[in-house]
């Protein structure tokens, strides 16, 4: 079956610290991995991609991602959080050159950042 | 921005009565999609289309409608609403692989 599993809920990282959110997902075709952030009260916003090369991705606001096939994982990293990223996080997975196939999405991950 | 917007934005409405939430783009995207957001679920699909009267069923299908009759539109039908219902509505596009999403519609059910 095909899904997306973010392990951890809720997360709570001082500002300054850095910050790693889990990402595994079991797709059959070869995918393409997506990361999105909802502000609260906000619609979905795209932070990174990885669609082929260079495994590791740089995305908005400074978050980076590295795809690991062989532990078919996707997790995002910030090296130092601020108050304003405090939000969910979404992952999600598509099927490589496919246009039109709906995402996947993880259940979120909710950061809070405290002082 | 993908020019997206969706209508209303936010719904409280009655056990048992019709809703149709409207999503409109302004790019001509072909492939449209209806998302419902709960807590502990994430996002999971409801409805796609991939044309002009072309549309398919999703996850969590059961209970709601869509129609597309227009390029830039994509509505979605509640027949007779229910508590169970009560959600974020979300709506995307497609532009080649990446989604872009709306902002989201809050239905409430009483």
């Known amino acids: 079956a095909q899904s997306v599993t973010q392990p951890d809920i809720h997360i709570t990282v001082s500002e300054g610290a850095s910050l790693e959110l889990r990402c595994n997902y079991s797709?059959?075709?070869?995918?393409?991995l997506f990361w999105y952030v909802q502000s609260p009260g906000q619609g979905l916003q795209l932070l990174l991609k990885y669609f082929s090369g260079d495994t590791l991705v740089q995305g908005i606001k400074g978050f980076e991602a590295e795809f690991k096939r062989s532990q078919s994982s996707f997790n995002l990293r910030k090296p130092s959080v601020h108050w304003s990223d405090a939000a969910e996080y979404f992952c999600?997975?598509?099927?490589?050159?496919?246009?039109?196939?709906?995402?996947?999405f993880g259940k979120g991950t909710t950061l809070s950042v405290s002082s | 921005d993908a020019g997206i917007t969706q209508s209303p934005r936010h719904k409280v409405t009655e056990t048992g009565t019709p809703v149709t939430l409207r999503c409109h783009q302004t790019?001509?995207?072909?492939?449209m999609y209806w998302y419902r957001q709960d807590p502990g679920h994430g996002l999971r699909l409801i409805h796609y289309s991939y044309g002009v009267k072309d549309t398919d069923k999703g996850e969590v299908s059961d209970g709601y409608s869509v129609s597309r009759s227009k390029t830039e539109d994509f509505l979605l039908t509640l027949e007779s609403a229910t508590s169970s219902q009560t959600s974020v509505y979300f709506c995307?596009?497609?532009?080649?692989?990446?989604?872009?999403f709306g902002p989201g519609t809050r239905l409430t059910v009483l």
């Open positions: 999600a997975v598509g099927p490589a050159n496919q246009a039109g196939t709906a995402l996947i």
């Open positions: 797709y059959g075709a070869t995918p393409y």
């Open positions: 790019e001509n995207h072909r492939y």
């Open positions: 995307a596009i497609s532009e080649g692989v990446e989604k872009f």
